[in-house]
């Protein structure tokens, strides 16, 4: 069974930063695209970021602006997201999921919440 | 970006029937789209991908049709299970993957 769990949320000032991490088991971890999406509160769902297997390829949401990073590593089948120059409007439930076959969302972790406030 | 509208935002129904659920592309997307149930504080479910394929798993009840730029989701003989909210996601353009505002199915 594919086990997704993600760690690291919390509160954090406008302008903070914060590392998101995702653990994973019961999948080829090494073989699998990795995926951040988010949800803001009573929100719909919005694509973060994804990265490819050897964590060569990275992409990004255009709306992220460039303030976050995505990461992996192999040997502890683990995804994180550096999110820095948080907003308010960062504020969101965070889910790391894998791809199917093709940029469907398979598999999803229970979530992590971001809340950045003053 | 490729804009994703679902109608109706949200949907009244009672036990036992079917509903359909309506998720418009503002392009051509040929038949890459996937559908998501979503319950209250939990992870979005993958119900279909390609427009039509039924996910491993996912009751016979909920298909999934159309292509190009627009695509509808069935649930037939609707389940105490099935009030939940409901979303489309578009996966033609890799790079900026989008998802519809969500339909929220209620009794």
């Known amino acids: 069974e594919v086990q997704l769990a993600e760690s690291g949320g919390g509160l954090v000032r406008p302008g903070g930063s914060l590392r998101l991490s995702c653990v994973t088991s019961?999948?080829?971890?090494?073989?699998?695209?990795m995926n951040w999406v988010r949800q803001a509160p009573g929100k719909g769902l919005e694509w973060v970021s994804s990265?490819?297997?050897?964590?060569?390829?990275?992409y990004y949401a255009t709306s992220m602006g460039g303030r976050f990073a995505i990461s992996r590593d192999n040997a502890k089948n683990s995804v994180y997201l550096q999110m820095n120059s948080l907003r308010v409007e960062d504020t969101a439930v965070y889910f790391c999921?894998?791809?199917?076959?093709?940029?469907?969302?398979?598999?999803w972790g229970q979530g992590t919440l971001v809340i950045v406030s003053s | 970006d490729i804009q994703m509208t679902q109608s109706p935002s949200t949907l009244s129904a009672s036990l036992g029937d079917t509903v359909t659920i309506t998720c418009r592309a503002s392009?051509?997307?040929?038949?890459?789209v996937a559908w998501y149930q979503q319950k209250p504080g939990k992870a979005p479910k993958l119900l279909i991908y390609?427009?039509?394929r039924l996910e491993t798993g996912v009751p016979s009840r909920f298909s999934g049709s159309g292509s190009g730029t627009r695509f509808i989701l069935t649930i037939n003989s609707l389940q105490p299970d099935d009030f939940a909210t409901y979303y489309c996601?578009?996966?033609?353009?890799?790079?900026?993957?989008?998802f519809g505002e969500g339909t929220k199915v209620e009794i």
């Open positions: 999921a894998t791809f199917g076959r093709l940029e469907y969302f398979q598999s």
């Open positions: 019961g999948l080829n971890f090494s073989n699998t695209e």
């Open positions: 990265i490819s297997e050897s964590g060569q390829k990275k």
């Open positions: 392009q051509d997307i040929d038949v890459w």
């Open positions: 390609r427009a039509s």
């Open positions: 996601q578009q996966y033609n353009n890799y790079l900026a993957l989008t």
